[in-house]
């Protein structure tokens, strides 16, 4: 693995942070195949078939983590690397300072805070170990869950884009973008009496 997702082992009070491998498709494909998680997710494949060709593919598992809780495969990760916006004469500078993140999880360990925890782990990993500068994701306004997860870590809603992204089903909704910096991240991780 070439991306910043094969450095990724991390642990949790209650979870294990691994990146995938081939051998997770079933286990994800499990809560994957579910109505209730792929009406949001970007790709929805039709068998296991389909999505273990799409793990296999290396750009899909190098960005990739999966999640782990008491030995089960409870979600996965996304973490893709991107380079910020630049002018020419800076565009150097701008490569590779921020992260894309995401996520998927098992219904059936929904409200648990597990999600919580996986994603501000990741996005932690991101600012300390990576030393990314910025860290971003976004989602259908419509799915709820997912933008309360991102406002729970510290994320702040940067953008409401009206009717800019099409659903495979309900058509044309409006989608959210969030943001975290590095200093606000360090601002709200940083111990109590200390500069």
């Known amino acids: ?24 498709a079933e286990a994800t494909w499990a809560y994957r195949r579910l109505p209730q998680v792929y009406e949001w997710l970007t790709f929805a494949p039709v068998s296991l078939e389909q999505w273990s ?3 296999a593919e290396p750009f899909r598992r190098e960005r990739t983590l999966v999640v782990e809780h008491d030995g089960a495969v409870v979600g ?3 973490l893709h690397l991107q380079d910020a916006w630049a ?17 998927a999880i098992d ?9 919580t925890e996986a994603v501000d782990a990741l996005v932690a990993f991101c600012f300390t ?4 500068r910025r860290v971003v994701a976004q ?14 870590i510290g994320m702040r809603r940067e953008s409401h884009a009206l009717a800019e992204s099409l659903h495979r089903s309900a058509g044309w909704l409006d989608s959210y973008a969030y ?8 601002a709200r991780h940083q111990p109590a009496g200390r500069d």
Do not use: K
């Open 76 to 78: 996965d990760l996304y």
């Open 139 to 152: 989602c259908f306004a419509d799915n709820e869950p997912s933008w309360r997860l991102m406002e729970r």
């Open 1 to 24: 693995m070439s991306d910043a997702a094969a450095r990724v082992h991390l642990r949790t009070p209650r979870t294990t942070i691994r990146p995938a491998t081939l051998a997770d």
């Open 107 to 115: 219904p059936s360990y929904g409200g648990r805070g597990l999600a």
């Open 53 to 55: 060709a799409l793990l």
């Open 129 to 132: 170990d990576l030393g990314l």
């Open 179 to 186: 943001g975290l910096l590095a200093e606000e991240w360090r």
């Open 87 to 103: 002018q020419a004469e800076v565009l150097a500078s701008a490569a590779r300072t921020q992260a894309e993140i995401g996520w």
